[in-house]
């Protein structure tokens, strides 16, 4: 119950497209769900996080959209760009002090230029 | 926004030595840290969580006399890798979750160990 599935493992895209990442969950008592984007060498990054009392965020060219009902949650990188390739690793965790976050597998994202 | 700072960001050690690796949140009181471990093109493996002024929970398969963690205040958790041998050579990264309903997690920038 405490597993994250993420897909696709990897993902190229042309400059300019839309990239799209998804992630599902088990444990219903999750009530953050954080994306991370992280760099070679560095640590993960927050992009964007979503609370499951609205069904998307939106910061810029990037967008959570979260189905409860279905446990699942996804990220849209619009107008992709070189500077977007990366991992990225969507996440959940509970309220519950001290929780831990649970990772997804990760994505290794490529946009060609 | 919160930041936490991780240092080194890289170091290499001598088999048998002892290496400190520290996390600290700058700009705000970490209820709890975590320590991970992360292989080449692999996610994050949770090696340890650790509260302010307790005993830090090691992840099922971690050696707790290997990978001492000290969490002494609530901006301060470090990481102590004993008689360090070259499979420990790893990415170690430490995480520190903030208080409060909206809460998150922030993420140091690593720590490129290389053991000789």
């Known amino acids: 119950q405490q597993q994250v599935k993420q897909s696709p493992q990897s993902l190229i895209v042309q400059k300019g497209g839309i990239s799209i990442i998804n992630c599902a969950y088990e444990?219903?008592?999750?009530?953050?769900f954080p994306w991370y984007q992280q760099f070679p060498g560095k640590g993960p990054a927050l992009l964007i996080a979503?609370?499951?009392?609205?069904s998307e965020k939106k910061e810029g060219r990037f967008t959570i959209s979260f189905n409860k009902s279905a446990k699942q949650f996804s990220l849209h990188i619009m107008d992709s760009q070189p500077g977007d390739s990366a991992t990225y690793f969507c996440?959940?965790?509970?309220?519950?002090?001290?929780?831990?976050?649970?990772f997804g597998e990760g994505t290794q994202l490529t946009v060609n230029p | 926004g919160a930041v936490v700072s991780q240092h080194p960001s890289w170091v290499i050690c001598k088999s048998g030595t002892s290496v400190k690796i520290e996390c600290r949140s700058l700009?705000?009181?970490?209820?709890?840290m975590f320590w991970y471990r992360q292989f080449p093109k692999q996610s994050l493996m949770l090696m340890a969580t650790?509260?302010?002024?307790?005993?830090?929970?090691?992840e099922q398969g971690v050696e707790k006399d290997k990978f001492l963690i000290n969490h002494a205040s609530l901006t301060l958790s470090t990481l102590t890798v004993t008689s360090a041998h070259p499979e420990d050579s790893s990415f170690y990264i430490c995480s520190a979750r903030n208080r409060g309903p909206n809460y998150g997690y922030t993420f140091g920038s690593g720590t490129r160990l290389t053991v000789v």
């Open positions: 979503i609370r499951p009392d609205v």
């Open positions: 650790s509260n302010e002024g307790s005993k830090a929970t090691y």
């Open positions: 996440a959940a965790s509970k309220a519950a002090s001290g929780s831990r976050l649970t």
């Open positions: 700009d705000f009181q970490a209820t709890t």
């Open positions: 444990n219903t008592a999750f009530d953050y």
